[in-house]
C-alpha cells in the first residue's frame, strides 16, 4: 500500500506543475497560483549533497525549497534533510478500506454539506475558511468567525479564486462544504488520479469547531470519491487530535508524510 501511495503522490502534482529532474529529486514547478515542492524519486537514496543541489535549482527557478515524501519510502532523506539544515516535521498518514468507511452525518435543520457549484464566492469563502483556519492551527474552538471569513473572501486575488474554480470545472479537485445560514463554515477537497484520492485542506472556521463539521465535510469527500469509482482514498493529518477524527471515519495509519523545508 505505501508504494501505492507513494506512486499517487507523485503523480498529483502534475496537473499544476511541469517536473524538472534534480538528483535523485522531482521538483514540481507550478504552473498554477501556489506553489509545489520537491518529491524523491522512487527507490532513492538521499544525501544532505543532493538537498544542496536541489537547493540550487530552487534557487535558479526561483522557487521555495520545500521537500514532501513517504517517510517509510525514502528513509534516509529526513536526517540528510537535518544535517543541510532544513526543518523536518511528520505527519500520520492514513487510508481507508471502504469496508470500514463509517459516514458521518449532521443534523440537517442546522448545516448542509455538499459540494461546491462552479461559483466564485463559493470557492472563495472556501478558500477563507482553509486560511483562517490553517492559521490557527489547534482543534479548540477560535475567535475567527464569519465576518472574518468574509473580510479574507474578499482580500483574495481573483487569479486565486479563478485557478480554484478552473481545477474543479476540470475535475482535477473537488471540493465539498459544510453550509450554515451564513454560508460556508468548513470545507475540504479531494484531488483524483486514476484510481485513487488525497483528500486535502480540510478546514473549519475557528469559531464554529467542536461540532463535527469537519467529520461531516471529510464523509461527504469520501462518498464523492467512491461514487466517482474511487478505490484508494488516504489523507495526512496534521496532528495525532486530527488524526483521531478521521480514524472515527475508518482510516487507518499507514505510515508518515514528511515535509522539510
Known amino acids: 500500500m ?24 522531482t521538483l514540481f514547478r507550478s504552473t498554477i497560483s501556489w506553489p509545489y515542492y520537491a518529491r524523491p524519486r522512487a527507490g532513492q537514496q538521499v544525501t544532505a549533497a543532493d538537498i544542496e543541489l536541489l537547493r540550487s535549482a530552487c534557487a535558479e527557478y526561483d522557487v521555495p525549497l520545500a521537500i514532501e515524501w513517504v517517510m517509510e519510502v525514502c528513509p534516509s532523506l529526513g536526517p540528510a534533510a537535518r544535517e543541510a539544515g532544513l526543518t523536518v516535521t511528520e505527519h500520520p498518514l492514513l487510508v481507508l478500506d471502504r469496508a470500514d468507511f463509517k459516514p458521518v452525518a449532521l443534523p ?15 470557492y472563495a469563502q472556501s478558500r477563507a475558511v482553509a486560511e483562517l483556519a490553517f492559521s490557527d492551527p489547534t482543534t479548540a474552538i477560535g475567535p475567527a468567525g464569519i465576518a472574518e471569513r468574509d473580510e479574507v473572501a474578499l482580500s483574495l486575488t481573483a487569479e486565486r479564486v479563478e485557478s480554484q474554480l478552473s481545477r474543479a470545472k476540470s475535475g482535477v479537485t473537488v471540493t465539498v462544504a459544510a453550509f450554515g445560514p451564513d454560508g460556508i463554515v468548513a470545507s475540504g477537497a479531494h484531488q ?11 478546514a473549519t472556521l475557528p469559531s464554529m469547531r467542536r461540532q463535527g463539521l469537519a467529520a461531516a465535510v471529510t464523509s461527504g469527500l469520501v462518498q464523492n470519491a467512491y461514487d466517482s469509482g474511487i478505490q484508494t482514498v488516504l489523507l495526512s493529518a496534521q496532528s495525532d487530535a486530527v488524526a483521531a477524527v478521521y480514524e472515527r471515519l475508518g482510516f487507518h495509519r499507514i505510515g508518515h508524510a514528511g515535509a522539510a523545508e
Request: hydrophobic fraction near 40%; glycine fraction near 4%.
Open 2 to 25: 505505501l508504494e501505492h501511495v507513494n506512486e499517487y503522490l507523485h503523480a498529483v502534482p502534475l496537473s499544476g506543475s511541469t517536473e524538472i529532474e534534480v538528483g535523485p529529486f
Open 108 to 122: 440537517p435543520d442546522a448545516f448542509t454539506v455538499r459540494s461546491l457549484d462552479f461559483v466564485e464566492a463559493e
Open 192 to 202: 483524483p488520479v486514476k484510481d485513487s484520492t488525497e483528500i486535502v485542506a480540510v
